[in-house]
């Protein structure tokens, strides 16, 4: 095995380094001659670490082994919070669209569920959409003026294939959604 010289090293060799922390594989970074010190990334928290260019050597293959096994063990981690973030903000987004439905039904409006969305409406034809994730309101047959909402001609309703919408406001700030639900509710109940 041995160690590596200077110059029979190119980056991304996989190297094995002394540093601080103790033995480190992974692909060489860098190599400085002047200074002495090699690169390495380590590949398992993504930073790079140093140390001296005389640590470095070729990784035996327990030290490769043990590399992937903490890869795949940050891999799995990263795979189980990707998830469990999901499943709060799916969570999060039902009690958030629930709440909306039932401040509707309070209000004596008729929700249902219509695919993406719940449909929300008075019995003249007018209602509103509100998208599952409460990230869309689709306003069918009404608008309203607000900063949020963006009006739709009846041509681009049709290229869109969105009936009778007048007005949408998509990508909903958390923050202002409420204002915005209890202004089309309240626009839904004057009709």
């Known amino acids: 095995m041995g160690q590596y010289r200077g110059d029979t090293v190119s980056n991304d060799d996989f190297v094995s380094i002394m540093t601080e922390k103790g033995r480190i594989v992974g692909p060489l970074h860098l190599i400085d001659l002047y200074e002495g010190i090699a690169y390495v990334n380590h590949i398992s928290s993504g930073s790079i670490v140093c140390g001296p260019v005389s640590s470095v050597r070729v990784p035996t293959d327990e030290e490769r082994a043990d590399v992937w096994h903490h890869v795949k063990l940050a891999e799995t981690l990263h795979e189980s919070e990707r998830q469990v973030?999901?499943?709060?903000?799916?969570?999060?987004?039902?009690?958030?669209?629930?709440?909306?439905?039932?401040?509707?039904?309070?209000?004596?409006?008729?929700?249902?569920?219509?695919?993406?969305?719940?449909?929300?409406?008075?019995?003249?034809?007018?209602?509103?959409?509100?998208?599952?994730?409460?990230?869309?309101?689709?306003?069918?047959?009404?608008?309203?003026?607000?900063?949020?909402?963006?009006?739709?001609?009846?041509?681009?309703?049709?290229?869109?294939?969105?009936?009778?919408?007048?007005?949408?406001?998509?990508?909903?700030?958390?923050?202002?959604?409420?204002?915005?639900?209890?202004?089309?509710?309240?626009?839904?109940c004057a009709k």
């Open 85 to 188: 973030a999901e499943v709060l903000a799916s969570t999060s987004n039902d009690r958030r669209v629930q709440g909306l439905i039932s401040r509707a039904k309070a209000r004596g409006l008729t929700v249902v569920e219509a695919g993406g969305f719940y449909k929300v409406f008075v019995e003249k034809g007018e209602s509103v959409y509100i998208s599952k994730n409460c990230r869309r309101l689709d306003l069918s047959g009404f608008s309203i003026y607000h900063a949020l909402v963006r009006q739709i001609s009846e041509s681009e309703a049709s290229v869109r294939r969105l009936g009778r919408v007048c007005a949408q406001a998509i990508d909903i700030p958390d923050e202002h959604l409420d204002q915005l639900w209890d202004e089309c509710i309240d626009a839904l």
